[in-house]
């Protein structure tokens, strides 16, 4: 009996500072690959008051030099619109207007209440510093609740985010971004995770299925994103181009 008390005692204890860094790590390298990575997403955002919208759009990834395309696709009237991260910075295209502008972490993907980090890699240890805050309850789950403030210097969408993280598998369950004054500005959930193998990183790499977004600013307000499908394969140099997103679009 007293072994089970203290057994107990041990699985509620919290975390140490290193083991939430690790916790954050573990999460980054699971959705990392070592080469690149495709996926064609369907994106559906609804609004109060306005009939929803839907969006199909192509992502490329090359995890190595932290490089990023999404290029929309459908509806017609946005399609070949673009952005592309090279360097830290985030560019959007308009084929309308045939221009490029540099865009924030915070920018909304296509007028969505996605952004940038929902289609990116994760880089969570690389850019918060965690603090714990206890142990919940998540529907079926266990979770670690973590809070995450963004370190000095870093630029990210949230300056402070909560994690709810799954104890039995690591995967994020939920997830809420707040702004600089405190305010609750996103609640993500994660309601379903796949992984597929690569073979450049000799391991599986995870992604979540589907991701569902909540703007706590305007009520009603939410994107779903479904990751259709996932590629690992070598993609050509040219597609972190300005130049390829300029060819696409014409």
């Known amino acids: 009996m007293i ?4 057994w107990a005692g041990l699985a509620a204890a919290a975390p140490t500072a290193d083991e939430m860094v690790s916790k ?3 999460i980054d390298d699971r959705q990392r ?11 559906e955002t609804k609004e109060s008051g306005k009939s929803d919208l839907i969006y199909l759009a192509e992502v490329f990834r090359r995890d190595e030099s932290d490089k990023l395309v999404i290029m929309f696709t459908k509806p017609a009237a946005e399609a070949g619109k673009g952005y592309l991260r090279v360097d ?3 560019f959007l295209y308009d ?3 045939g221009k490029w502008e540099r865009r924030t972490e915070r920018e909304s993907i296509g007028g969505t209440d996605s952004n940038r980090a929902d289609f990116d890699e994760s880089r969570l240890a690389e850019e918060f510093t965690p603090s714990y ?5 998540l529907g079926k ?3 670690d609740r973590l809070k995450l403030v963004a370190k000095e210097g870093i630029d990210v969408a949230y300056p402070t985010i909560e994690l709810w993280i799954d104890q039995a598998s690591g995967n994020t369950l939920k997830r809420q971004d707040f702004a600089l004054s405190g305010r609750l500005m996103r609640t993500t959930y994660y309601p379903e995770w796949q992984q597929t193998m690569s073979a ?3 391991a599986p790499v995870w992604f979540p299925r589907e991701i569902r977004i909540y703007d706590e600013v305007e009520k009603g307000n939410q994107t779903v994103i479904v990751f259709q499908q996932v590629v690992l394969d070598p993609l050509d140099d040219s597609i972190f181009t300005k130049a390829w997103l300029e060819a696409r679009s014409r």
Not at 3 to 6: D, E, H, K, M
Not at 33 to 43: C, F, H, L, R
Not at 133 to 137: D, I, L, N, R
């Open 3 to 6: 072994g089970l008390l203290l």
């Open 24 to 26: 954050l790590a573990t």
């Open 33 to 43: 690959n070592s080469g690149d990575y495709k996926s064609t997403v369907y994106i």
């Open 88 to 90: 830290d910075s985030l």
């Open 95 to 97: 084929p309308t207007v």
């Open 133 to 137: 805050v206890g142990q919940e309850s």
């Open 141 to 143: 789950y266990t979770a």
């Open 200 to 202: 450049s990183k000799g």
